[in-house]
C-alpha cells in the first residue's frame, strides 16, 4: 500500500498530520482560538490532496 503514495502524498499526509499535532499543542497551552484555527487547515490540506490525486488521474 505504502508504494502507491507518491512524493506529493506524503507532503500532504505529513502536513495534515503536523497542523493537527500543533493545533492540538496549542489548544492545551490554552490558545483555543488560535488550536481551532489551525485545526481547521487539516480538513483543507486533506481535500486539496483528494483533488490533486483525482487531477493526477484524469491524466
Known amino acids: ?7 506529493s502524498d506524503i507532503i500532504m499526509l505529513l502536513s495534515a ?11 492545551f497551552k490554552g490558545e483555543k482560538e488560535a488550536g481551532i484555527f489551525i485545526g481547521l ?3 483543507s490540506i486533506l ?3 483528494i483533488l ?3 487531477i493526477n488521474k484524469q491524466k
Open 1 to 7: 500500500m505504502l508504494k502507491k503514495f507518491t512524493l
Open 17 to 27: 498530520l503536523l497542523s493537527l499535532v500543533f493545533s492540538e499543542v496549542l489548544w
Open 41 to 43: 487547515w487539516v480538513p
Open 47 to 49: 481535500g486539496f490532496a
Open 52 to 54: 490533486l490525486k483525482l
